[in-house]
């Protein structure tokens, strides 16, 4: 099999290589999140755990790489069922990285 970088985003950090395996091509993408990573949790350190949460305000929870954004709302069949997925995968421990803030959504 044979392995060919076909594309880099600059903006979104993304790459696209190509696997040639006879007459079959598999695109696969890699996002660099590292950074991202890094935000998220100079954020979540810098939360105080005290502080009041919900009462209808805002709080920013979490930064969500635009891959597994769009990919969740491709499974969703609408807003409500996308909702109940974006809860599901910000309260998911192994997507805890990339949350700011400390609580369940």
Not at 19 to 32: F, M, R, S, V, Y
Not at 44 to 68: K, L, T, Y
């Amino acid at each position: 099999m044979e392995s060919r970088l076909f594309d880099v985003d600059p903006v979104t950090g993304s790459r696209t290589i190509l696997h040639i395996d006879g007459n079959k091509i598999t695109a696969q993408e890699d996002l660099d999140v590292e950074g991202t990573l890094q935000e998220a949790q100079r954020r979540f350190n810098a939360v105080d755990e005290r502080a009041r949460f919900g009462n209808g305000m805002m709080h920013h929870m979490s930064f969500i790489p635009m891959n597994v954004f769009f990919a969740l709302k491709k499974q969703a069949s609408g807003n409500q069922e996308f909702d109940k997925l974006l809860r599901q995968w910000l309260n998911d421990r192994d997507n805890q990285k990339f949350r700011t803030r400390p609580g369940r959504v």
